[in-house]
């Protein structure tokens, strides 16, 4: 697989990435671990190194599984994780980037990753309560200690980011993006390349709904994210299916899936984008590698795009609730 790098930072990943998530966190029931470990490490062979983790997600026990099924793969992956939950009695009591809860976090992804040093580690949600300038000066000082390689932030504004990057330069901001997420384009996008930041996009397949395998008859159980999601409503699913008309007949026409045109088109966007999506199924993960080998022609993004202007998405991607204080 081609590599790509995030910005000018001198970071090189696979231009897909791994999205571990889902293995333990949001999206239950969750599969066997023994079954995570064979597929984490079928990535690796298949041309993936990079992956993405973080302390919410369980809390804890994503890191661990990251940690062990990437253990006899260490020089050969790049593993980004995230702080900025404050947890007691392994629950989170909400958002917290206080500079020592940064240092207790690092402190414990390190051991729980099995590893030295961080590849990456984000900032998972901006904390309101502490200022950027602190949380950047905290990150330097960890990539000073050899704790922490490159730094990034998640979900952050084009303000926070900037100040951010006076401190410590970010390398990658990851924030949702996909044909169905596209609020960055207008303000972020442009202000991390001007800034030379890589884009990671999480979700680049709206959370499963642009693979085409979710119809309105899905029903999600109470623990799954989407099942608290407006665009996972049973009307919006079906009036959102113009866009899923729109993949597939690309698919047809480049002899794939609709699930692999629409990473092919995050990833024909910029150069400096590493879409990230999560999976716990070995087709599903053969599928989306198969994407990094699909050519959009410029004609073709064109008449992409000519279409999609004309649909309206129905639903927001969250509550105004989650939107405040999701870790997803």
Same mark, same amino acid.
Request: aromatic residues 8%; contains cysteine; negative net charge.
């Given at each position: 697989?081609?590599?790509?790098?995030?910005?000018?930072?001198?970071?090189?990943?696979?231009?897909?990435?791994?999205?571990?998530?889902?293995?333990?966190?949001?999206?239950?029931?969750?599969?066997?671990?023994?079954?995570?470990?064979?597929?984490? %490490?079928?990535?690796?062979?298949? *041309?993936?190194?990079?992956?993405?983790?973080?302390?919410?997600?369980?809390? @804890?026990?994503?890191?661990?599984?990251?940690?062990?099924?990437?253990?006899?793969?260490?020089?050969?992956? =790049?593993?980004?994780?995230?702080? *900025?939950?404050? @947890?007691?009695? $392994?629950?989170?009591?909400?958002?917290?980037?206080?500079?020592?809860?940064?240092?207790?976090?690092?402190? $414990?992804?390190?051991?729980?990753?099995?590893?030295?040093?961080?590849?990456?580690?984000?900032?998972?949600?901006?904390?309101?309560?502490?200022?950027?300038?602190?949380?950047?000066?905290?990150?330097?000082?960890?990539?000073?200690? *050899?704790?922490?390689?490159?730094?990034?932030?998640?979900?952050?504004? =084009?303000?926070?980011?900037?100040?951010?990057? /006076?401190?410590?330069?970010?390398?990658?901001?990851?924030?949702?993006?996909?044909?169905?997420?596209?609020?960055?384009?207008?303000?972020?996008?442009?202000?991390?390349?001007?800034?030379?930041?890589?884009? =990671?996009?999480?979700?680049?397949?709206?959370?499963?709904?642009?693979?085409?395998?979710?119809?309105?008859?899905?029903?999600?159980?109470?623990?799954?994210?989407?099942?608290?999601?407006?665009?996972?409503?049973?009307?919006?699913?079906?009036?959102?299916?113009?866009?899923?008309?729109?993949?597939?007949?690309?698919?047809?026409?480049?002899?794939?899936?609709?699930?692999?045109?629409?990473?092919?088109?995050?990833? /024909?966007?910029?150069?400096?984008?590493?879409?990230?999506?999560?999976?716990?199924?070995?087709?599903?993960?053969?599928?989306?590698?198969?994407?990094?080998?699909?050519?959009?022609?410029?004609?073709?993004?064109?008449?992409?795009?000519?279409?999609?202007?004309?649909?309206?998405?129905?639903?927001? %991607? @969250?509550?105004?609730?989650?939107?405040?204080?999701? *870790?997803?």
């Amino acid at each position: 697989m081609q590599k790509r790098n995030l910005g000018n930072s001198g970071l090189e990943v696979s231009a897909l990435g791994l999205g571990c998530m889902g293995m333990t966190f949001s999206y239950a029931p969750f599969p066997e671990k023994k079954d995570m470990i064979v597929l984490l %490490r079928k990535a690796v062979e298949t *041309g993936v190194n990079f992956f993405d983790t973080a302390e919410a997600y369980g809390p @804890y026990n994503n890191e661990e599984l990251v940690g062990e099924a990437l253990a006899p793969f260490r020089n050969e992956v =790049v593993i980004a994780t995230k702080f *900025g939950f404050e @947890y007691q009695n $392994g629950k989170s009591v909400g958002i917290s980037s206080r500079p020592d809860n940064i240092r207790h976090a690092v402190d $414990g992804s390190l051991k729980r990753l099995g590893v030295d040093v961080i590849d990456l580690l984000y900032q998972h949600r901006v904390d309101p309560n502490t200022p950027i300038e602190d949380v950047a000066g905290t990150v330097k000082d960890l990539i000073k200690e *050899g704790k922490v390689k490159y730094f990034g932030l998640s979900e952050a504004g =084009v303000n926070t980011i900037r100040k951010a990057h /006076a401190i410590q330069p970010v390398s990658a901001l990851q924030s949702e993006y996909s044909l169905w997420t596209r609020q960055h384009e207008k303000e972020i996008i442009p202000a991390i390349e001007e800034s030379g930041i890589g884009l =990671v996009a999480f979700s680049p397949l709206g959370k499963g709904y642009l693979t085409g395998k979710i119809d309105e008859t899905r029903k999600f159980e109470d623990v799954d994210l989407r099942s608290k999601l407006p665009r996972f409503t049973e009307e919006a699913r079906i009036a959102n299916k113009t866009l899923l008309d729109l993949l597939e007949q690309f698919a047809q026409r480049k002899n794939a899936t609709a699930a692999q045109v629409a990473l092919a088109w995050v990833l /024909a966007q910029k150069p400096w984008i590493v879409p990230i999506p999560g999976t716990t199924k070995l087709h599903r993960l053969e599928e989306n590698i198969g994407a990094a080998f699909i050519q959009l022609t410029e004609g073709e993004l064109q008449e992409i795009e000519s279409a999609s202007e004309q649909i309206k998405i129905m639903g927001t %991607r @969250y509550t105004e609730a989650l939107e405040k204080t999701t *870790g997803l």
